[in-house]
């Protein structure tokens, strides 16, 4: 991660950093909930009575659960990181 919050002032190299950090993070936040989005029917279609699509159904749950908490930490970048633009 860049680190462009202590710097005092806003070069224009700094800020170019700073939006590409933000559109990085936005991209990464879009890939993601997509990648979450395309779980979601997986995880009707596999619930079925069987053990090896049992434990196919639970993993394709925990990848979507594990994509939404990384959508969470990077809309936390997110915040940062405009946070940091308007300081």
Same mark, same amino acid.
């Given at each position: 991660m860049l680190n462009i919050i202590a710097d005092e002032s806003w070069s224009s190299e700094a800020l170019w950093k700073w939006f590409s950090a933000q559109r990085a993070v936005n991209e990464a936040i879009a890939a993601l909930e997509d990648a979450g989005a395309g779980l979601l029917p997986l995880v009707e279609a596999? #619930?079925?009575q069987a053990d090896g699509v049992r434990a196919l159904h639970a993993l394709i749950i925990e990848l979507? #659960?594990?994509?939404?908490?990384?959508?969470?930490?990077?809309?936390?970048?997110l915040w940062e990181l405009d946070a940091a633009g308007r300081s």
């Open positions: 596999s #619930d079925w979507k #659960d594990r994509t939404t908490i990384e959508v969470g930490v990077l809309g936390n970048r």
